[in-house]
């Protein structure tokens, strides 16, 4: 049976998107290759005609997550603080704490992160400062943008670690109300 010529692509596209899913559901080092790849319906020895390595498709995700997070974080739709801190108030909520497979790859994938292999925690640094920059373009401050950055992953790991949604919301709420602080503080009177 022949495949279409796009079909290696498809069969690439889902195996990123499935795997990019279970590594921010469950963290990547607990899915094997066979597990990868019996969750698109294939067998694991189809996996190295799409990457060399496991090592090799972390590196994908992480990049491909991170450009995302970059998107929705920044870009044209963030191009003022009151924009930003919308935008953060979304990052801090519920929402994110409770579907860490449908938001940022940081809060979940930061600790496998900073143990991977150093092209994967370059690759992980190259997006997290664009991001960077973008917020300290619209702060006007190097230092905030990264204070802000910081808060946001840490205020959603501690959420996510904590038993019960009130504390859980008291968490992305401080964290919120001090950031728009900072935010405030910054803008012309």
């Not at 990868?36 to 992480?62: N, Q, R, W």
């Not at 860490?100 to 940081?106: I, N, Q, R, T, Y």
Request: hydrophobic share 40%; net charge positive; glycine share 6%.
């Amino acid at each position: 049976m022949r495949y279409s010529a796009n079909h290696k692509l498809e069969t690439r596209e889902k195996l990123l998107a499935s795997s990019a899913m279970s590594a921010k559901k469950s963290g990547f080092s607990t899915v094997g290759v066979d597990g990868l790849m019996k969750a698109i319906g294939l067998s694991g020895g189809a996996f190295y005609s799409h990457f060399s390595s496991k090592d090799e498709l972390f590196k994908t995700i992480v990049e491909r997550e991170l450009a995302q997070s970059l998107e929705r974080l920044s870009g044209e739709k963030v191009l003022d603080s009151r924009k930003l801190e919308r935008c953060l108030k979304q990052y801090l909520s519920m929402s994110h704490v409770e579907q860490p497979e449908a938001g940022c790859a940081l809060p979940v994938l930061g600790a496998e992160i900073a143990r991977s292999d150093v092209q994967v925690r370059e690759a992980a640094q190259t997006w997290i400062c664009r991001l960077h920059e973008s917020w300290a373009r619209i702060l006007e401050s190097e230092s905030l943008a990264w204070a802000i950055l910081s808060q946001c992953v840490g205020a959603l790991v501690v959420a996510r670690m904590l038993a019960t949604p009130e504390v859980q919301r008291d968490v992305l709420k401080s964290s919120h109300d001090e950031i728009s602080r900072r935010i405030a503080q910054q803008r012309p009177a």
